[in-house]
């Protein structure tokens, strides 16, 4: 499958998988699609509490799927919202993205069909690391 096609694929993925987003609250629902290192593909919506901090973003939804599934190593993720830009993946979900993707290429999209691709390195250039 080729670069553009796959990027697609995913944005596609995230888009439907958004459509299960709980956002009562904020009123922004938000998917994700990780494309894991032996090809499958795990997506997640973003998931909201009357508790606010006990909401779980759709990037996070979609990696911890793949985890829990054995898939520790992601090779791609995407993220879709209605935003006038593409939309960017919050500092948490970078840090997590971090564990299991440091390598990984980001895909941020819009509903208007917008997207932009941003190697981890790049989002994300000095993350904690535990080693002393
Ligand atoms: N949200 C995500 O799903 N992903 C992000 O990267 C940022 C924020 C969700 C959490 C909450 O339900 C809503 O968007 C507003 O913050």
Not at 23 to 49: M, Q
Request: proline share 6%; hydrophobic share 50%.
């Amino acid at each position: 499958m080729s670069q553009e096609l796959l990027i697609n694929r995913l944005i596609d993925l995230a888009r439907q998988a958004r459509q299960a987003a709980y956002a009562p609250y904020a009123d922004f629902k938000v998917g994700a699609a990780v494309l894991t290192a032996d090809g499958r593909v795990f997506t997640g919506c973003n998931i909201e509490n009357a508790s606010y901090g006990a909401t779980i973003c759709a990037e996070r939804v979609a990696i911890f799927s793949a985890v829990a599934a054995g898939q520790r190593q992601i090779a791609a993720l995407a993220v879709i919202a209605d935003t006038p830009k593409p939309v960017a993946p919050c500092g948490l979900c970078r840090q997590v993205l971090q564990e299991f993707g440091p390598d990984c290429q980001v895909i941020m999209a819009n509903l208007a069909g917008e997207y932009q691709v941003v190697p981890m390195a790049q989002l994300f250039p000095y993350p904690f690391d535990l080693s002393r």
